[in-house]
C-alpha cells in the first residue's frame, strides 16, 4: 500500500475549523469504461465547486483512498484550494476492507493533527462508492470496526452502491441504510457532496444543518428497502452495581434480519447473566450468538409462517443449553457460572414466535397499545427468576406463536422492569417506550440513535431507579413508520438525526404527531413529503440537549424526543 505525505496546508495560516472528509473509491475492473470516467469527472466537479466558496475551500479537507487489488493513498488530507483531483484508472479486485480500515487510521491520525495544533473540527465524513461486494480477507471486521466507530459518532460513514453493487454487504460497512447511485450520476453526487460541505463550513459550532435529500424522484440516489423490513436500535450498558463492584455489563443482545427465498425475518434475542455467576457475561454471549446461528440454520428448511410447535422451541434452547455447558467445560468451570436468562424473538410479515426464559420482558405493539407477551418469571425465592441453565429450564420455557403482524417490538432485561411495566396491575407504562419508539420511527438513520440511547440508559435520571445493568431492543417496522409519520421511504442519510432541536415537550403532542394511537391513516399527498437532515458540530454537543427525556423516568409523564 502506498502511503502519501499530508498536504502543506499551514495550520498557522489557516486555523480555520476543518471538514475533514475521505473518499474511499473502488477501482477494481469492474469500473472499467464509463464508470470511471464518470468518477474522474465527477472528483473534476467536486474540486470545482469547492474551491468556488472561498470560505469552504478554507475548512473543507479531501483525502482519496482507491482500493482495487491494492489499496492506495492518492491524495492525502488537503484542503479544497490545494486539492488536485487525481485521474483515477481500474484494476484487479475488490479490496474493500483494508481500503475501509486504511480510511479510519488515515483520519484518526489527521485528528490527532488537528487537536496537537488547536485546529477545531467538525464531525468527519467517510465517503464510499463501489459497483461490487469486498474479496479481502477480513473486510467482515473492517465493516464491524466502521460501524462502532460510526455509532460512536467518530465519524459518520455514507455508503454509495454503483450498478452492480452488493447493496446488502455494501451496507455493513454503515450503521444506516447505503444509497444506490442513479444511472452514472457521479457528477451529481459529487456536486451534493460539494454543496453539503459548504453548508456545513458555513455553519457555526452548535449550528443544526439541513441537507437536501439525493434520494427525491429528481435526485441522485435511491434506496433499496426490499432487503430491509426494520428499523433497530439496541444497547446494553453496565449497571452501577457493576461498576462500584468492578463487574462487567452481564447482559448481552443480538438483532439481525434475514432473507430466505421470499421469506424476511427479524431475529432478536437478549441474555442476563446472573450476578453470582463468574462468567455470566460470556453465557449472555453463547446464548445470543448461538440462538442467532441456530434460526439462520433453520430457516433454511422451516417455514416461520407455518405453525411452530413447543417442542422445536425446546430443542432450540436445549442446543443453547448445550453450547453453554460446552463453553463451561472448555473454562473448566461448572455451568452455574455461565447462568443466563433468555428473551427470543422471530418475526415474519404476518406472524411471531417469542421465547422466554426467566425475567426481563418483550412488549409489541398489538394495535390499541403496547402489551407484554409474558410476564417476568420469578424464581422460588425474593429477587430470583429462572436460568436457561437450569435442569428445569424446559418447565420453566414460556412459548408462543401468534398468527398476526406485529409492527413493533421492545426486549428488554430486568435491569429496566420498574420503568417499563407497572407491577400493580402488570400492564406496560407506555410513556417510557413511546417517545423512545416516536424517535425511532422519524429517524432517517438509526445509527445516530444509538449513542443518545446508552446515555440514556447510563443516565443519573434511569440509574437513580436501578442499579442493574440494562439492556434495550426496540425494532419498528418500516412501513409502519412510513404510515405513520407520513414520510413514505426517508434517507438515512446526514448528520445526528431528522429535526434535530426541535423538541415536542408534552404527551398529546408525540401522541398527535406520530404515536399509534391514532388509527386514521395520514392523508394522502402527491407533494413530495418535506424532507430534511441535520449536521450538527459534535465537540459543543452536551447532555442538555437529551435531558428533556428523562422525565417520564420518575414522574410518568412522556418526554420530548430523545436527542432532540
Request: glycine share 6%; hydrophobic share 40%.
Amino acid at each position: 500500500m502506498e502511503q502519501m505525505p499530508f498536504g502543506t496546508d499551514d495550520f498557522a495560516e489557516n486555523p480555520e475549523p476543518r471538514v475533514p472528509c475521505v473518499l474511499i473509491l473502488d477501482v477494481s475492473s469492474s469500473m472499467a469504461g464509463e464508470p470511471i470516467a464518470q468518477l474522474n469527472e465527477g472528483l473534476v466537479a467536486y474540486k470545482h465547486e469547492l474551491s468556488a466558496d472561498s470560505l469552504a475551500s478554507k475548512r473543507v479537507e479531501v483525502s482519496v483512498i482507491t482500493f482495487g487489488s491494492e489499496v492506495r493513498t492518492m491524495h492525502d488530507f488537503a484542503t479544497a484550494a490545494n486539492f488536485a483531483p487525481p485521474t483515477l484508472e481500474p484494476h484487479g479486485l475488490t479490496y474493500m476492507g483494508q481500503a475501509v480500515n486504511q480510511a479510519i487510521d488515515s483520519l484518526e491520525m489527521r485528528k490527532k493533527q488537528y487537536r496537537a495544533n488547536g485546529i477545531s473540527y467538525y464531525r468527519p465524513w467517510l465517503f464510499l462508492v463501489s459497483d461490487g461486494a469486498p474479496n479481502d480477507p477480513n473486510w467482515e471486521a473492517a465493516a464491524a470496526r466502521a460501524v462502532e466507530a460510526e455509532k460512536a459518532k467518530a465519524f459518520k460513514m455514507f455508503c454509495v452502491g454503483v450498478e452492480g453493487a452488493d447493496m446488502e454487504t455494501l451496507g455493513k460497512f454503515c450503521a444506516g441504510e447505503p444509497v444506490k447511485l442513479k444511472g452514472m450520476r457521479f457528477r451529481d453526487m459529487f456536486l451534493w457532496l460539494s454543496s453539503s460541505q459548504q453548508s456545513v463550513s458555513r455553519s457555526t459550532p452548535g449550528d443544526e444543518v439541513p441537507l437536501e435529500n439525493p434520494t427525491t424522484p429528481d435526485g441522485w440516489a435511491s434506496i433499496d428497502w426490499g432487503n430491509k423490513m426494520w428499523k433497530t436500535v439496541y444497547d446494553s450498558v453496565a449497571g452501577t452495581s457493576h461498576i462500584n463492584s468492578d463487574l462487567p455489563c452481564q447482559d448481552a443482545c443480538r438483532v439481525v434480519q434475514l432473507i430466505v427465498g421470499e421469506t424476511k425475518l427479524l431475529v432478536a434475542c437478549l441474555a442476563d447473566g446472573a450476578g453470582s455467576a463468574s462468567h455470566a457475561d460470556e453465557g449472555a454471549q453463547v446464548a445470543c450468538d448461538t440462538f442467532i446461528q441456530t434460526i439462520e440454520q433453520a430457516s433454511e428448511s422451516f417455514n416461520f409462517d407455518e405453525t411452530i410447535h413447543r417442542e422445536t422451541a425446546i430443542a432450540w434452547c436445549n442446543g443453547l443449553r448445550s453450547r453453554i455447558v460446552q463453553r463451561a467445560s472448555e473454562l473448566d468451570v461448572d455451568t452455574r457460572q455461565l447462568a443466563c436468562t433468555f428473551l427470543g424473538a422471530v418475526v415474519t410479515e404476518n406472524s411471531a414466535l417469542f421465547i422466554q426464559i426467566g425475567d426481563g420482558a418483550i412488549v409489541r405493539w398489538n394495535g390499541d397499545g403496547y402489551r407484554h407477551v409474558f410476564w417476568p418469571q420469578s424464581g422460588e425465592f425474593a429477587n430470583t427468576t429462572n436460568f436457561l441453565t437450569d435442569k428445569a429450564f424446559i418447565e420453566n420455557l414460556d412459548f408462543t406463536q401468534i398468527r398476526e403482524r406485529v409492527d413493533e417490538l421492545a426486549i428488554f432485561s430486568d435491569g429496566l422492569e420498574r420503568l417499563v411495566l407497572r407491577f400493580a396491575d402488570q400492564t406496560v407504562h407506555e410513556p417510557f417506550l413511546s417517545p423512545l419508539f416516536a424517535t425511532l420511527r422519524h429517524t432517517d438513520d438509526p445509527g445516530d440513535y444509538f449513542q443518545p440511547l446508552r446515555e440514556f440508559l447510563d443516565s443519573e435520571k434511569v440509574n437513580e431507579r436501578t442499579d442493574d445493568d440494562k439492556t434495550l431492543i426496540l425494532t419498528t417496522r418500516l412501513r409502519w413508520c412510513s404510515t405513520l409519520i407520513n414520510m413514505g421511504k426517508t434517507s438515512r442519510w446526514g448528520g445526528n438525526s431528522v429535526l434535530a432541536g426541535k423538541a415536542q415537550s408534552s404527551r398529546s403532542a408525540i401522541r398527535r404527531t406520530m404515536s399509534p394511537r391514532s388509527t386514521t391513516k395520514p392523508r394522502q399527498t402527491k407533494k413530495q413529503p418535506s424532507w430534511q437532515l441535520w449536521y450538527s458540530w459534535p465537540r459543543r454537543k452536551s447532555w442538555r440537549s437529551q435531558r428533556g427525556l428523562l422525565e417520564h423516568c420518575t414522574n410518568g409523564v412522556a418526554a420530548p424526543l430523545l436527542g432532540f
